[in-house]
């Protein structure tokens, strides 16, 4: 296709209609479509609408075809619509949440849940995900910290490359391209009120909020959302030093810029625009390429031409970028691309998908307590399953196309895999935060009832999945009253109890920390949930996972392992850094996560005390299995740069490696280090490694505090 023929023949109203994204309701008038902001009657005509460029929130490939049917009849050109939408943990088989794919430290295992959901999104129709979504946070509070792999920069680079890797692939009809969000620092909403303000100085917002961005668009990631949010007053679709200076010229994307829903608009609200003609300025001013459900481009876009307050090139560049794209995907030589009635069918939700979710899913998983009572016994004879969560599959906030009806129980799953034990159900609460355990003190004796008269318990508790994700902030992330006194209760009547907490974002645990026999954190863990739960408490699987989010206690929140050192640290006593009603350090910290073997991970020892600006040190430690089964330990290097001519935090995570150990076995696990892994944004802008001593720590969690010494000289 010539694409330059093309543009030359587009009007300047085609033009500024192709960068426009609505739901299909607007261009139909049929009422369907995911929707998750506001609608509006945007006043446009139908000669805007036939010329749409993209479309959110429809999937499935009948409706797509006949959607994309509809829409060449009108256009002039014949240029087929992108469809886009939110594939974020799956499209129709669903696994873990992000923050649990973080949580597994596997990479290859976020690649190909990624991968997998794009097949199955590309035969249900669509060409672009809303993901991934690298916003680190460090606020619990937030709800969006399920679609997040966590708090750490290095985590979530290495997490966004590989969900890149496995949604795009090489842009076949297998893949779908990918749209990483949401630029820039959306997690650091104040208070964790999602949508809120964020004010960060550039040495952080560099430091640790831009580098998983980055990395997804060193990973060659097709698009890019700007956030809602305010970043030191100006918002992101207006943002030219973040879109303009930082992702367009330092880092050379050339991709499309997407605004997030209504957020052009939303300028107004801020109170940096006074009408959406203002608005349409500002963002095309900030390279933006498409305004998703608003339309101050195609309102006034023209307008801004004619009094030369933007130029027709910035139009075209944009344009160009989306038909590019198209061009990429196909879409001129096939505007149906995959989409397949017959492939969904055959796709969909098939033994292999439901494999990899289940396994995701149990990688995911992270054992935080377990005084031995787990693994269970396969020959229990009586169980009681008690929660809110535990009868119904819990797929996660952004289900997408799943649906709960086609996820596995913990009923089912139990039921599945010990075929033969009698099970009890009891609710024994709700999942509502606020509950108070007297208004439903006759659930919770009950459920004590049929733990007492049971062999093992399982207590399905925490989030249901529609307590996280956009807009589900919560003030406190404590463990609700009704549960607290639910587990406190059945434990007293049963010590054979696990304690299963499904949520979407850290809880605050400390009043159930010493009071479980065993706690687990399964996250919203998809379509296999149930089986893959059954196989970790029987021991058929192991676990291996880590927290990628530190634990807070109530209160704490926002909080960071990697945070900068004080003059005064909490462990001096009085007159220090900490609470007076809280411990300083986490409930939990980062990193942290049991497994049913234990390991020995010997001190680090370095190939040389001194680094060169060309050479590396070795770092080996022994890992040694010491337990009785075999298990997957995730060792970490964390690296703290001693003196600088900045603060630098107490430690940072610069590598991680998955090693699996027969019961005795040993292996050596290396790290290199060379000064790229010593570089910071130093207080005059630059990247570099400054000279001087550095510690290196090796273990399995963030907290840990033996170390050894180099320098770089
Ligand atoms: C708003 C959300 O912030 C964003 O993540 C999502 O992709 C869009 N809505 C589209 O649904």
Redo the contacts with the bound molecule.
């Keep these: 296709m010539d694409l330059q023929k093309l543009l030359r023949e587009m009007t300047v109203d085609e033009k500024l209609a192709q960068m426009t994204q609505l739901v299909p309701q607007i261009i139909t008038d049929k009422g369907e479509g ?1 929707v ?2 506001p609608m509006r009657n945007f006043g446009i005509t139908k000669k805007v609408t036939s010329r749409i460029g993209s479309v ?2 429809i999937s499935g490939a009948k409706k797509l075809k006949d959607l994309q049917d509809f829409h060449l009849a009108e256009d002039p050109h014949k240029i087929p619509l992108l469809f886009m939408a ?1 594939v974020i943990h799956g499209y129709r088989t669903i696994y873990p949440v992000p923050l649990g794919i973080g949580a597994s430290f596997d990479e290859e295992l976020a690649e190909k849940c990624s991968a997998m959901a794009a097949k199955e999104a590309s035969v249900g129709g669509i060409h672009v995900t ?1 993901a991934p ?1 690298t916003d680190l946070v460090r606020d619990a509070r937030w709800g969006r910290c399920m ?1 997040t792999t966590g708090e750490d920069p290095y985590l979530n680079s290495k997490m966004a490359q590989a969900m890149v890797r496995g949604f795009q692939g090489d842009l076949g009809k297998d893949n779908i391209a990918a749209c990483v ?2 630029f820039a620092a959306y997690g650091a909403c104040d208070g964790g009120r999602d949508y809120d303000a964020v004010e960060m100085g550039d040495h952080t917002l560099r430091e640790y909020y831009l580098p998983a961005y980055k990395a997804a668009v060193d990973a060659g990631v097709e698009l890019l ?1 700007t956030s ?1 949010n305010t970043l030191n007053g100006i918002p992101s679709s207006a943002n030219k030093y973040l879109v303009n200076d930082i992702l367009r010229k330092e880092w050379g994307f050339d991709g499309i810029v997407i605004s ?2 209504n957020a052009f608009y939303e300028m107004i609200s801020h109170g940096i625009c006074e009408n959406e003609k203002e608005c349409a300025e500002k963002a095309l001013n900030a390279t933006s390429d498409i305004e ?1 459900m608003s339309t101050c481009f195609v309102k006034f876009g023209k307008a801004l031409l004619e009094e030369g307050k933007i130029s027709e090139e910035q139009i075209d560049n944009a344009v160009m970028r989306i038909l590019k794209l198209k061009e990429k995907l196909g879409l001129f030589d096939n505007a149906y691309r995959a989409a397949s009635e017959e492939d969904e069918q055959k796709i969909h939700l098939c033994p292999e998908y439901r494999e990899l979710a289940r396994i995701a899913a149990e990688k995911s998983a992270v054992l935080l307590e377990n005084n031995g009572v787990l693994p269970f016994r396969k020959d229990v004879k009586k169980i009681a399953i008690i929660g809110p969560v535990a009868d119904h599959g819990m797929t996660g906030g952004w289900y997408c196309c799943g649906k709960s009806s086609e996820a596995i129980s913990v009923i089912q799953g139990i039921k599945n895999a010990i075929p033969n034990a009698e099970i009890a159900f009891a609710r024994g609460c709700s999942a509502e935060p606020n509950e108070k355990a007297e208004d439903v003190i006759e659930q919770i004796f009950e459920a004590k009832r049929i733990a007492q008269d049971s062999d093992i318990v399982i207590l399905c508790l925490g989030e249901e999945i529609d307590m996280s994700g ?1 807009a589900h902030s919560r003030a406190r992330i404590s463990v609700s009253d009704s549960q607290t006194r639910l587990i406190k209760e059945v434990c007293e009547v049963n010590k054979n109890t696990a304690v299963v907490f499904y949520c979407g974002r850290p809880l605050a645990l400390e009043k159930i920390k010493d009071v479980a026999p065993a706690t687990i954190i399964f996250w919203h863990p998809g379509t296999e949930g149930g089986n893959a739960l059954a196989n970790l408490l029987f021991g058929n699987v192991n676990f291996q996972a880590k927290l990628p989010m530190s634990f807070p206690y109530e209160g704490q929140s926002p909080y960071c392992y990697n945070h900068l050192r004080t003059g005064r640290p909490s462990t001096n006593g009085g007159y220090c850094l900490g609470y007076r009603d809280n411990p300083y350090e986490p409930v939990y910290p980062f990193g942290f996560g049991l497994s049913y073997t234990t390991f020995d991970i010997s001190s680090p020892t370095l190939s040389s005390e001194e680094l060169t600006e060309e050479g590396e040190i070795v770092v080996s430690v022994t890992v040694k299995n010491t337990g009785k089964c075999e298990g997957i330990e995730t060792v970490q290097l964390y690296i703290q740069d001693v003196t600088a001519s900045i603060a630098r935090p107490v430690k940072e995570l610069k590598g991680y490696q998955k090693v699996t150990l027969a019961p005795g076995e040993e292996k050596v696990v290396t790290f290199k280090i060379t000064v790229e892994k010593l570089k910071f944004h130093t207080f005059e802008g630059k990247f570099e490694a400054e000279k001087g001593k550095f510690k290196v720590f090796v273990g399995n969690r963030s907290d840990i505090e033996s170390f050894e010494v180099f320098r770089l000289i």
């Design positions: 995911a998750t902001g959110l929130g939110d809303f979504m679609e969000k949401h959302m809602f997030d829903f998703m956009e």
